[in-house]
Nanobody, 115 residues
Framework: QVHLVESGGGFVQPGGSLRLSCAAS????????MGWYRQAPGKEREFVTT???????AYADSVKGRFAISRDNAKNTAYLQMNSLKPEDTAVYYC?????????WGQGTQVTVSS
């Protein structure tokens, strides 16, 4: 079983930056994919970004060039650097980890972008 703990959400003005972290613990298979989805009020959960254990990344078109995902395999932790934030980025951000043996979600962290 894999447990994910998120941190780093908060309130920021448009154009600002935030960094999210997602720390995994438990029975973690070394080959896995981590990433984030987000859900805004009244909308469905949508894909944001993903990173494999060898560093291959993918991004939603809406965040390309503004968000950057990275990971530290030794710490089983993924990071999401969010720059040039827009009001439409406001959502609860959920990290996930998927492997051959587990599929887990974090508790979610609120990101609010407003002036």
């Amino acid at each position: 079983q894999v447990h994910l703990v998120e941190s780093g959400g908060g309130f920021v003005q448009p154009g600002g930056s935030l960094r999210l972290s997602c720390a995994a613990s438990g029975s973690i298979f070394s080959i896995n994919t981590m990433g984030w989805y987000r859900q805004a009020p009244g909308k469905e959960r949508e894909f944001v970004t993903t990173i494999t254990s060898v560093g291959t990344t993918a991004y939603a078109d809406s965040v390309k060039g503004r968000f950057a995902i990275s990971r530290d395999n030794a710490k089983n932790t993924a990071y999401l650097q969010m720059n040039s934030l827009k009001p439409e980025d406001t959502a609860v951000y959920y990290c996930y980890l998927q492997s051959a043996t587990a599929s887990s979600w974090g508790q979610g962290t609120q990101v609010t972008v407003s002036s």
